[in-house]
């Protein structure tokens, strides 16, 4: 029998045999045999035994009084076991009388509470007479949870709060004992969530007083007890400042007098302002008193008292006031702390300022836009401004007293805020009261101008990170006005003319060229690596909104306004095509007289313009539209600055890259060569078409034209071009010159396969139709484009420079032609049926003809009576072989095709004409012999064996 798969059940038994088996086994199976015994112990407890209440929890109490003795028995010998077995019989003993009360109710909830708060400070006893912290922090931990465990969820706050000032007070006591930091911070944890817990409950209006009263004294209690734990840790080498205490009971008081006061007026404003003054004066009394041992502390109190009376004028005051006083405040803060050597105070003041900005923010957002204007908003800008200024100033100056820290970045973080601020306040005054072109052009104006100002101050004053910060302002502004100009963008010349801020826009450009310049002439050398950069976004604006509002102006002064493009956008090309080129020339001239070689680059996108300009052209042109007269001027414009261009770079030194040189070649000839079919054809055809009226008269009188002349003449143009291209690369001169062999290696082969892929897909399509002439086999326009495709090809493949193919290819090429010249003359077969047959030019109606069938037998079988009277006339097997294939082909093709024309003319000529062309082939080429080969002569064993056997 086969083995059966093991079911759930025995490969759960399986699992468990594995985990019993390994690992500790002695201990798995002591697991196992004691849990079975609980059970068994549960069970027979549960059903056999009744134990009264009552007795169960006096057993438990005795058993645990026993289990306490006997933990403080052992205090001193075994400490590590006799304070957990003390810790966990007051434990036990706190439960008890928890579930004597809530479980089973023996006791009542005062009862309940009153031995729980015995058993609190027994707890704190035990941990004070024994140093246990731990312990006491589970003594303090029951007090403060008894009164919530024995709760009915009735009575009064007072007595509430009252206890838990008697824990606190406890709590003051013991430090005065022992510097227990845990016991402390869980005092406060606990009074604190307790507090809060039964404020978001219980709190009402009517319990204002006493509520306050309380937290003031919880205050004050834990206030002391910081001063009493720093007072006892200040001879130690410990830290002596609580962190907690000091600064979570004004955070935890100043939140819940917040909820207390915060709907009363100035509650929480007066609230700061007392807690300020209590901090300070309990920083002036503890420095005259221990001023030396409590200096921390001191400083942390006094910042306390800091902060709450900073934090006392926003409550008091509205947002844009609060930001100027705090301003002026974390100003003057920074000086004192940086004139005394004092980290925290200028730190502090740091954060005041911080503060200020954002107060200023929040305020500002508040105001309405309608009345946003007469708001003076430019006041609260010019106050957070100078402030930071002054505290940059002042970092800067004390970067040269204090070498190597981190003054020099403070400085210039904080001039970048002042500049920030002075913009931002500039900016929002311009927007407010100026729109259109006005706001442009101010925008860019004053930024421009405090950057300006910045450059200067870097030079002059030697403030560090003013010139570096000009430069991101110049930056800023050009930025703002791309964003100005692209918010109302329209595509409309008008609008780019009129609408445009156009002194802005020189400004900025102006700017960036002078920027660039300056950095590529300092002799800094972080300036010189930024330079090129610079140079770029001189670049954009001047290629960008520059010529772009120029050529909206030049659009209306010369009336080359558009007339409706394709796409929007090419409105504006051709004046912009003009600004380039002319552009471009200047550029190309200005730049070795002005010593500043970089400009040269500026000249070069004249090319790329080529570029477009050709592409935009050719899209007209294959759209069916004749371009307009100014595009055909942007075009030669373009054409001539490139030319130019290709003159001057070599004769002023200036490297034009292989690759770039490659290609601009391939725009400035290729593109217009390209046009010339797309633009022959629609002159032609329009010529051809005439005018409507006329073209039907003729119609009327039998007189017809056919749209091909359009087709073919425009190709005979491009080749006639491409063999004039073709003579110049062989000699050398313009405007091949200096790659010539890019002309005949790439440029001329690609237009030689374009012109015999219009060829091909047009023998394909066309039936050279040459109306109003008539029809003529070689004689019409489809195969004379096809003859000259070919001539060209071969004047191509048979001249240097010209199409260079692999070795391996040399071989096929007599194939191929052949292959090419046997599909041209089916085609023409197949064309001069369709005229002279009248039949349609479709491969059905073609094919269907037996005519054409007989043709085709005919034109097979003469071809390969051709081709293999010459693979004998050669001596060569292969073509005599594929013209016997094409005879094999030709005779299945009879039986098969044209047999079935039963009593047609067409099939007698296919028979018959075959046959004859077959036994010409039999007589005139037959299957060619071996030449003969004579044996190799050794010696002279050749004669004699002759001479022998002759005899």
């Known amino acids: 029998m086969p083995d059966t798969e093991p079911g759930p059940g025995q490969r759960a038994l399986k699992a468990a045999l594995r985990w019993l088996v390994t690992g500790n086994l002695v201990a798995k199976l002591g697991l196992v045999i004691l849990f079975i015994g609980i059970s068994f112990l549960l069970k027979y407890v549960a059903v056999r035994i009744d134990i009264p209440v009552e007795l169960r929890i006096a057993a438990i109490t005795a058993a645990d009084i026993a289990l306490l003795a006997w933990g403080w028995r052992i205090r001193t010998t075994r400490r590590g076991i006799g304070l957990p077995v003390q810790g966990t019989a007051l434990a036990i003993l706190m439960l008890v009388v928890f579930g004597m009360y809530r479980m089973v109710g023996l006791i009542p909830g005062g009862a309940a509470l009153a031995l729980l708060v015995v058993l609190t400070m027994f707890t704190c006893l035990l941990a004070v007479l024994q140093n246990a912290v731990w312990l006491a922090l589970f003594g303090i931990s029951g007090g403060f949870l008894a009164p919530v465990l024995t709760s009915s969820g009735t009575g009064s706050h007072i007595a509430l709060f009252s206890y838990y000032a008697v824990l606190n007070a406890g709590i003051l006591a013991i430090a005065l004992k022992r510097s227990w930091r845990a016991l402390n911070v869980a005092g406060l944890a606990f009074t604190a969530v307790i507090g809060i817990a039964w404020a978001v409950q219980r709190y009402t209006p009517e319990n204002y007083f006493s509520v306050q009263c309380f937290l ?186 204090a070498p190597g820290t981190t003054f020099d970045t403070l400085g210039v973080m904080l001039l970048c805020v002042a500049t920030a601020w002075l913009l931002a306040g500039t900016w929002t005054e311009i927007v407010l009261r100026t729109d259109g072109v006005v706001r442009g ?87 010189r690596r930024g330079a090129p950069a610079m140079f770029a976004w001189a670049a954009l604006w001047w290629f960008g909104p520059l010529l772009d509002t120029g050529a909206a102006h030049v659009a209306g002064w010369t009336g080359m306004a558009p007339h409706g493009r394709l796409l929007p956008f090419l409105d504006l090309w051709p004046a912009y095509a003009l600004c380039l080129a002319v552009s471009s020339v200047l550029l190309a001239w200005a730049a070795p007289r002005l010593r500043w070689r970089s400009l040269r680059w500026l000249s070069a996108p004249c090319w ?227 005229h002279w047959l009248d039949l349609p030019y479709r491969a059905d109606d073609l094919f269907a003809s037996r005519a054409v069938q007989a043709a085709f037998s005919l034109v097979w079988s003469a071809t390969a009576l051709i081709l293999m009277r010459r693979a004998v006339g050669r001596l060569q097997r292969g073509p005599w072989l594929a013209g016997a294939a094409m005879l094999g082909l030709v005779v299945a093709k009879l039986f098969l095709v044209d047999l079935a024309a039963s009593g047609s003319m067409a099939r007698i000529v296919s028979f018959v004409g075959v046959g004859l062309l077959m036994l010409a082939i039999g007589y005139l080429a037959p299957y060619p012999a071996p030449p003969r080969q004579e044996p190799p002569v050794r010696g002279g064993s050749t004669s004699a064996s002759k001479s022998g056997g002759t005899a």
């Open 608 to 834: 790329a313009g080529l570029g477009v300009a050709t592409i935009e052209m050719l899209l007209e042109l294959h759209a069916g539209h004749l371009p307009f007269v100014k595009d055909w001027i942007a075009l030669a414009a373009l054409l001539a600055a490139g030319e130019y261009l290709l003159h001057r770079w070599p004769r002023n030194g200036w490297h034009i890259g292989r690759e770039a040189l490659l290609a601009v070649h391939t725009v400035r000839c290729a593109g217009p060569w390209m046009m010339i079919w797309p633009l022959g054809f629609l002159l032609i055809g329009q010529w051809l078409t005439g005018d409507p009226g006329q073209r039907d008269l003729l119609a009327q009188a039998g007189w017809e034209t056919t749209g091909s002349w359009a087709r073919f003449v425009p190709l005979w143009v491009q080749m006639a071009v491409a063999c004039w291209l073709l003579y110049r690369v062989r000699a050398g001169g313009w405007p091949v010159k200096p790659v010539p062999e890019w002309y005949g290696k790439a440029l001329l082969p690609l237009a030689a396969a374009w012109t015999v892929f219009h060829v091909l897909v047009w023998n394909l399509t066309q039936d050279g139709a040459m109306a109003p002439l008539p029809y003529l086999p070689l004689a019409n326009p489809l195969d004379l484009s096809t003859g000259f495709a070919a001539v060209l090809v071969v004047m191509l493949c048979r001249g240097e420079p010209g199409i260079t193919l692999p070795r391996s290819w040399a071989p096929r090429l007599p194939w191929i032609a052949a292959a090419a010249a046997f599909a041209w003359v089916n085609l023409i077969v197949l064309r001069s049926a369709s």
């Open 216 to 401: 003031l004294l919880f205050f004050v209690f834990f206030t002391a007890i910081s001063i009493i734990f720093a007072l006892r840790q200040a001879g130690g080498a410990n830290r002596y400042v609580d962190g907690v205490l000091v600064y979570g009971t004004p955070l935890l008081g100043a939140a819940l007098q917040w909820a207390l006061v915060g709907d009363r007026p100035f509650g929480a404003a007066f609230s700061a302002l007392g807690g300020g003054v209590f901090y300070a004066a309990l920083a002036l009394a503890l420095w005259r008193r221990r001023g030396d041992k409590l200096r921390l502390l001191v400083e942390s109190f006094l910042a306390m008292g800091v902060v709450l009376g900073t934090l006392a004028v926003p409550l008091a005051l509205d947002g844009r006031w609060t930001s100027a006083a705090w301003a002026v405040e974390g100003a003057a803060l920074t000086w004192l702390g940086l004139r005394h050597g004092r980290a925290g105070t200028w730190r502090f003041g740091l954060l005041v300022q911080l503060g200020a900005w954002f107060a200023f923010l929040l305020a500002a957002g508040t105001v309405a836009s309608g009345t946003a204007a007469e708001a003076r908003l430019w006041l609260g800008f010019l106050v957070l401004a100078g402030s930071s200024g002054l505290a940059s100033r002042l970092f800067s100056r004390a970067e040269g007293v």
């Open 441 to 527: 052009n101010l925008l860019a104006g004053t930024a421009l101008l405090l950057g300006a100002a910045l450059s200067v101050m870097a030079a002059r004053a030697g403030w560090r990170g003013a010139r570096g910060l000009g430069l991101m302002v110049q930056l800023l502004a050009g930025a703002t006005l791309l964003v100005e100009i692209a918010g109302t963008w329209q595509w409309s010349w008008q609008a780019v003319r009129d609408g445009r801020p156009v002194i802005g826009v020189v400004l900025v450009t102006a700017a960036a060229f002078f920027t660039a310049w300056q950095m590529g002439h300092t002799r800094e050398t972080a300036a």
